[in-house]
Every structure is written in C-alpha cells, then in structure tokens.
C-alpha cells in the first residue's frame, strides 16, 4: 500500500515540474514575443532605451538616457527604498554635473520651470542635476533664499534623475563651477546692446548666488573662455526640447562642473511641454504642503467638487506687463481694463454649471478687501479664499506655516493642482505651473475665457 502511494505523488511531483516548466516556458516566449512587437511597432532605439531604463530600475536605481512620457502619482510612494541610491563621491571622475544658478531667474514659478528645464538637457546629457536653493519673488526688498527641501519633495526627485546637494557637489567639484552655460543669449535677433546689458545682469545676479552657496563661479565678463553660448544654427522661436536635443552640439561640455546661468532666459526659445507627463509626477511639492492641502479639501472645501481660480492681475502685475507693445499684452490688457466683477460672475457660475461643482476656492495676491474680491464674496456662493484656511487651520502645528507667504502660495497652488477645474491667469507662471501638474484634466484661462460666448 504504500509503496502505490509513493509511485502516486511521484507521479504528481512529475507532472506537477512539467507544468511549471511549461509555465517558464511560456513567460519567456511571452516576454520574447512582447519584445519584438514593440520592436516593430517603436522605433527600436526607443525600446533600446526602454529596457535599459527598466534594467536600470530593477538594481534601485532610475537613471534615464532622456526622460519618457509616464503616470506616476506621488500618492503612491511611501517607501523610503524608492530613493535613488547613485550619489557623489570624490571617486566619481566620468560623473559630469549641471548647477541650474536660480537667482535672478523672477519669481519662484520662473526659478521652477528653470529646474524642470535644466533637469530635462541634464537628462539628456547625462549630467547629475544639483538641488540649488529657490529665491522669493523679485518684488521682494531682499532676496530669501529657501532650500530646496522647502519646496520640492526630494524624494521623489531622486526618482527623475540623479542628483546631488549643493554640498556634495561642493565636494566633488572643489566648490567651484568650471563653466556655465550662457541662458542669457536667448534669441539671435538680440541687439548687441540689449545682450550685454542681460550678460551684465546675470553675471551679478551669478555672483550674488555665489555668495549665498559659497560656490564659485566665472566671471562672464573677464573670463569669455568659461564662458558656453548656444550654437549659431539653433533656430529661433519655440523650439521642442526633446527634438533639439537630439541632435547634438546643443548643451555638449566636456567640462565635469558645468553651471546654467539665466536659464529663464531660454524659456521662451525651447519647451519641455512634452516632458510635463514625467515632470508632474516627480516635481512635486514637500510632504507637509500635500498633507496640509489634504485638511483644507476636507475641513474647508468638504470634500466637495471645486473649481480653483487664480486671479493674478494685481497692480504689480499690470505695471509689468501693460507697459509692453507685444500685441497679445495689449489684447489681454484691453481686456482686463474692460472686465468688472459681474463678468467675471457670470462666467465663473456658467464654469460652474457646465461642470457640475458645487464650491470655489479663489487663489489671488490681491487682499479680500479689494473691491472686485468683495464682489465676488457677496455674489458667489461658497466662494473660498486664504482668510478661510487661516480661521480653519489655526492650531500650534500650523502657525509657522500660516505666517509664510512662500509656503502658502505652494499650498494654494496645490489646491489648485486638485480641484475639478482650474481657472488660471494668462501669462501667469504660477497658473502655468499648476496647468503642467494637471496632465490631462480640464484647464480655462482668463481673460480669454470672459469674451468667450460658448459659455
């Protein structure tokens, strides 16, 4: 009897290492098959990358040859083995690194798409992006300064690219910059005056950067030969980063310690928008203004589909821009001048209907005594602004971060990156950057939207 028994899961523990070779079988010719129909169906130097991307993934480390159009939700990331592990060490000789030098580049959201724009060439260039510091926003008497911990999440930043703090690179790099990349060329038409005068600008500008990190730095004006411009061939106009890039010459150094001096200066010459899928996912704000935007969606807002308008034009706004003879600035000037709270009502409440929302939360630099933010309190229901989150998050945990304009503006911004549907402010930056948070979901801009009469 027992020896049948024995015969019988002999038997089975046979059949039982054929069906799971079959199965290894059938994974890898699944995996050979998927392989090859990417293959045909990409470009194959695309997939090349893929699967060195992915391969490098798997040994805990995401180093991408250039960035890829993906969905990540930061939500999503809780453990702490997500961080990259590739740091800097005096024994990296082959490691080339990109400083983007913010100050001087406006205010906060032009120093933000600055880094999104440095992060993405030293993607391409294979070049270890430093963390350097933001600054608050040019109007203010004194530049104050604020980490890089204070407004992204460095964890997840990791996950983009390699990167570095300004100490380690100070390390490696002998706490100097060897060269940097000149943003202040930002158009082949410039006069050479105009170019001189932006040269002497950000070299200060450079200079006063130094003395906040203790990074040296050239000196643009004495020192040309550390000094790298843009190819002569590059067009002018609007140009797709990820198109341009490819093609060489653009951002090439063989110096390890390069620095981006006026990066600002080239956003208007070359666009990372076709990167934003990947940027979103990553650049996003530190933990505490997630959690805190967290308890006004709950506490304030209750949970209630909103809809997020950013009114930016206030007084400084329109001594800026109205002054300018672009005609788009004279259009949205026009427009401006001619607008009054019952415009803005009545399209605000038509978004409101078409979308099915039930509250407002108005983001805006200009004070709720104003009187076109009077208006708007008396005329639309469950219309929300700041004052609300300071009555309802009034407590020991929050009273440092209520007093700090700069963190609340990354708040309100988060808030907005939420909501249903957000009402941004054209030629805003800080619109701007919540429209590349929002991948996908729906996006109007005032003042275009006030003579719109489809709604």
Request: hydrophobic share 35%; aromatic share 12%.
């Amino acid at each position: 009897m027992s020896t049948s028994v024995c015969v019988i899961l002999s038997r089975r523990r046979k059949y039982l290492y054929v069906f799971l070779f079959l199965l290894f079988t059938c994974i890898v010719v699944c995996n050979i098959s998927w392989f090859f129909a990417m293959s045909y169906l990409w470009d194959g130097e695309e997939v090349r990358r893929l699967v060195l991307r992915e391969l490098r993934r798997s040994k805990g480390v995401l180093y991408t040859t250039s960035i890829h159009e993906q969905n990540y939700d930061y939500r999503d990331a809780v453990d702490d083995n997500l961080v990259s592990t590739t740091t800097a060490s005096k024994e990296d000789d082959g490691v080339k690194y990109l400083v983007p030098i913010l100050l001087g580049n406006q205010g906060p959201n032009n120093q933000l798409q600055s880094l999104k724009l440095s992060a993405v060439i030293a993607a391409h260039r294979n070049r270890v992006l430093v963390r350097t510091p933001f600054f608050d926003h040019f109007t203010n008497r004194k530049d104050s300064l604020r980490q890089f911990n204070e407004t992204l999440d460095v964890r997840l930043f990791k996950k983009l690219i390699p990167t570095v703090s300004v100490e380690e690179y100070g390390e490696v790099c002998n706490g100097r910059i060897d060269a940097v990349f000149n943003g202040a060329n930002w158009s082949n038409s410039v006069s050479e005056a105009d170019y001189n005068k932006t040269v002497k600008w950000a070299n200060n500008k450079m200079r006063e950067w130094s003395y906040y990190t203790g990074i040296g730095v050239p000196d643009m004006l004495h020192e040309p030969d550390r000094v790298i411009n843009l190819p002569d061939n590059i067009p002018d106009g609007y140009n797709p980063l990820r198109k341009i890039m490819v093609k060489g010459g653009l951002f090439d150094s063989d110096v390890q310690c390069v620095g981006f001096v006026y990066p600002y200066g080239l956003l208007g010459r070359f666009y990372y928008h076709d990167y934003a899928s990947v940027l979103s996912g990553y650049v996003t704000r530190v933990p505490e203004v997630r959690k805190i935007a967290g308890q006004v969606i709950r506490q304030v807002l209750d949970r209630r589909r909103y809809m997020c308008f950013h009114w930016r034009y206030n007084k400084e706004w329109k001594d800026q821009w109205c002054f300018k003879n672009s005609p788009k600035q004279i259009e949205t000037c026009r427009r401006l001048n001619n607008t009054n709270s019952d415009v803005i009502v009545d399209v605000i409440q038509n978004i409101m209907d078409i979308f099915s929302l039930e509250v407002v939360y108005m983001a805006t630099p200009v004070s709720t005594q104003d009187k076109l933010v009077v208006e708007m309190l008396r005329k639309i229901p469950n219309l929300y602004t700041r004052d609300d989150i300071y009555e309802s998050l009034q407590n020991p945990q929050n009273k440092n971060f209520l007093r700090d304009n700069y963190k609340l503006s990354l708040l309100e911004q988060e808030i907005c990156s939420r909501s249903t549907v957000f009402l941004g402010s054209r030629m805003s930056s800080w619109s701007t950057i919540v429209d590349e948070d929002r991948v996908n979901r729906d996006v109007i801009y005032v003042p275009d939207v006030l003579f719109d009469k489809k709604l």
